[in-house]
């Protein structure tokens, strides 16, 4: 009895949330597509469940292997979702053709070949390392994206009024796709090993309580919908607080991480008190010139010109930064890339002139620095600037 009431709440659950995303649709088309997919395709495992707790039928108690193959495309709707949410990436067909392909074309051969045997021993070799190197591959490749963007952020939590909120969605969808994940390479794994059809009748219960959590998610907090909300950096802000808001600002340690390097700890003893004197130096006009005149500049480049031992600047950002000399680098060059637009430098240059004006190579990874910094790109927080500037 809880089993068919776990198996009708989720089945219920899921048609609102359906025609609500169908509704929706119009508001952010390009974001609601992926996760209508992956709704709709979770909602065809139900009545299989439902109708085998019933006693409707005792076939197929979880769904038919060539049609449990097609959910393989979740994977493929979850990297995707990612990837408008959080990247703003614009769809592209080619990258579905070859998934697509590789999927249907895996379905087919599961529901044609015939039941002896020795056919099914041979479609079981060919069936576990097709899904488990595509379960893994869009799985890692989802990793990838989760993880720079929100949980490697040192400072977009400050620019997205629901930067936490997407943030536990995202991360709530990504654990139970790794659990699925689980449950279907241990599957293939099982039948594999041992020649038979795996089925586990206790997962359904648990795979429905799994996506009542996510629908409820999405009913209290429907806005996840929608993605990250940016702030407005210069709303209720007066133009005289602007210069202040625009610098750039780094949260060293007062006292450094725990140290277990036996080397470090002796280094320790005569360098932390030094150190707030080697960040003034790392902050110093000097050193933003020396990052911004090389574009490829690094630790050892940028000791030498300010006079530091390397393993002294080194030991500063192991044991005093929660960000790598990288992202240090990368926000000094936007700041005095913004510094340069508050002088007007873009009434007569481009946006590529300032780029490589601010120490980098090319446009590309000015706008991804720029963006991951403030939340927009260069030329939509020019235009905000020049605003609250002119108001002035």
């Not at 429905?208 to 996510?214: E, F, Q």
């Not at 020396?290 to 950002?317: G, T």
């Not at 929660?322 to 992202?327: G, T």
């Not at 873009?346 to 620095?369: H, I, Q, V």
Request: aromatic share 16%; hydrophobic share 50%.
């Amino acid at each position: 009895m809880l089993e068919i009431v776990i198996h009708s709440t989720a089945l219920v659950l899921a048609l609102l949330v359906t025609i609500i995303l169908l509704f929706n649709f119009r508001r952010n088309p390009f974001i609601n597509i992926f996760i209508l997919l992956i709704i709709l395709s979770n909602l065809v495992r139900i009545p299989f469940y439902l109708s085998y707790a019933l006693d409707w039928q005792s076939v197929y108690r979880d769904v038919p292997k060539p049609f449990s193959i097609m959910f393989l495309m979740n994977t493929v709707f979850f990297y995707h979702y990612l990837k408008s949410m959080l990247l703003n990436a614009k769809f592209q067909w080619i990258q579905f053709i070859a998934p697509t392909v590789v999927v249907i074309a895996l379905f087919m051969l599961n529901w044609l070949v015939p039941s002896n045997d020795l056919y099914q021993i041979v479609l079981r070799g060919l069936n576990f390392p097709i899904v488990v190197g595509f379960v893994v591959f869009y799985v890692v490749s989802s990793w990838k994206v989760l993880f720079p963007n929100l949980w490697n952020a040192s400072t977009r939590n400050i620019h997205y009024s629901n930067f936490y909120l997407i943030r536990n969605w995202l991360t709530a969808l990504f654990i139970l796709f790794v659990l699925l994940a689980i449950r279907l390479i241990g599957s293939y794994t099982y039948e594999l090993i041992t020649q038979q059809k795996f089925n586990n009748l206790s997962f359904h219960s648990v795979h429905s309580i799994l996506w009542i959590i996510i629908y409820i998610t999405f009913f209290s907090q429907p806005t996840v919908l929608y993605g990250l909300q940016r702030i407005d950096l210069f709303s209720n802000s007066e133009v005289k607080d602007v210069d202040d808001l625009l610098k750039a600002k780094f949260s060293w340690r007062r006292f450094p991480s725990e140290i277990q390097n036996k080397m470090d700890q002796q280094l320790s003893i005569k360098l932390d008190p030094k150190v707030p004197e080697i960040i003034r130096k790392l902050e110093s006009k000097m050193a933003i010139k020396v990052m911004v005149k090389n574009p490829n500049v690094n630790i050892e480049a940028l000791s030498d010109k300010l006079e530091l031992p390397k393993s002294h600047v080194q030991y500063v950002f192991k044991y005093y930064a929660d960000f790598s000399f990288v992202e240090f680098r990368s926000k000094i060059r936007v700041y005095y890339a913004v510094s340069k637009m508050q002088q007007g430098f873009l009434s007569k240059n481009t946006m590529d002139a300032l780029a490589k004006e601010s120490g980098f190579s090319s446009y590309n990874p000015f706008y991804a620095a720029f963006k991951s910094e403030f939340g927009t790109g260069p030329s939509e927080f020019n235009l905000q600037l020049k605003q609250v500037l002119n108001k002035g």
